[in-house]
């Protein structure tokens, strides 16, 4: 195969560097140490805050009012040194043969200045860069598992410059290895190594990390691998047949996130040769301003622009990812959308048809319809967790390590990993399984368009009301007394607990591994704390709106004592 390096620069002569990088990182940055510094000084407790669960975001453009810069180059150039250190470490490396990081990023417009202060990090630590540019969050990460060295892979760890769906302002990482996303331990422990890396940085020594950098980039296509990696999957479900979608009118909606890039790359090598007709996709230009809307299954207004080119274009199928890619949410050609639970019901039943009676780990708020479907109507086990990708996507690693078999991990928000995908978080895999059902429907002569997928989830029990309400903790408030909001709102939960279980019309969850849930008036609501922010949500499902605020007042009478809980969502839901 012809190489697909399109700058192979020769790399600096790391050796030396590696060697000592791998006995102290802090020597290396000092050996270069004179005394002056323009670069301005932080606390290991600034750092610390850039994590998010198991990323890391920050602030990566100035000017939106009270939001000052934190995703600096040096602080960027730190944690991509720590990241490098934390790997050699892991990989036990001993400096003979460099370690190799690929790095992406999405269509934020800060994603270029990030990316070279993220490989100055990299090779400054003597490990070799290969640069992606615009990426998705999954392919970074199947980098780590792609044999082809033609492409340099596999890649010994994979960073992704990304904040998914925050605003234009801001800016992350993700990092992997071939052992899949990094956790939240490991980020904070990068994060402590980069505080002391940083401290050590001087003008000179950053002068020079960028010039070796410069020295030692490589460059590859490897959204060509990852594509038709995509592409060989759907074949194959349809028989091998070469255009398995011939006829077949999918528009892809991609909200001008790195989806757009995608999208096009979608469009052009995975759908397009699949057979299948695209016209009428939108937003695929990559903006980092979003000005369409923000890429992101969960948003109404995205959910109907998707929803609306389907109908407009009288297409069979739409698609839309979120700015990475790494989640989806896909419409039917009457408009109704697979999203949220009827995503997770069918992407359930599909698996189920593979592997009867495997278990499906979802995220906390899943209906209590979803779980009659995947149990009773597909004979599967629904084992609702928490909320959190990777927290579900680790469960079912677990259950399977414990010999439960699971198949399927994933979240109303549009995540979903698969053990056939190395349990890689991939919006787009999702949405490949998806296509692989209509086309092994063509392939065994069932004509109907994306009938086959809506008939999948005919049966799921869908609430007449689903209200997200997120209540927010004050954190100035005198009533924290000095302590977290985490500890604040532990304490609501434990008051409403003994709520519930002096309340008759209500019924505490069996099974709950997040917050507290109970079920009353033909519904359930969830309360739990939000995995990054000082916010409570909560979530109310009932056949009728009546009914959802009698379990509304439940928990507004429960708590409200706690008066810096912003009660207002809530109120404005209960009011007659
Ligand atoms: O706890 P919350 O604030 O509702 O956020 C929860 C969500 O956070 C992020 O978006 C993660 O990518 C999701 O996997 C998770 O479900």
Redesign the pocket.
Known sequence: METDVVALITPICYCEFAVFFTHSLLLVFLAAAPSTTSIPYLEKVDFMKLQNGSDIRGVAVAGVEGEPVTLTEPVTEAIAAAFSAWLLEMKRADGAKPLRVSVGHDSRISAQVLQDAVSRGIAGAGLDVVQYRLASTPAMFNSTLTEDEAFLCPVDGAIMITA?HLPYNRNGFKFFTNAGGLGKADIKNILERAADIYKSFTDEGLMKSKRKASESIKRVDYMTVYTSDLVKAVRKAAENIERPLEGFHIVVDAGNGAGGFFAMVFQEKVLQPLGAITSGSQFLEPDGLFPNHIPNPEDKTAMKAITQAVLENKADLGIIFDTDVDRSAAVDSTGHEFNRNRLIALMSAIVLEEHPGTTIVT?SVTSDGLTTFIEKKLGGKHHRFK???KNVIDEAVRLNSVGEESHLAI?T?G?GALKENHWLDDGAYLMVKVLNKLASARASGIAGGSKVLTDLVEGLQEPGVAVELRLKIDQNHPDLKGGSFREYGMAVLRLLENHIESDPKLQKAPVNYEGVRASGFGGWFLLRL????P?L?LNIEAASHGDAVKLGLAVSSAVKDFHALDMSALDKFIQP
């Open positions: 998914s995220d909320r959190g990708y979240e928000s995540h939000s995995l990054h922010d916010v949500p």
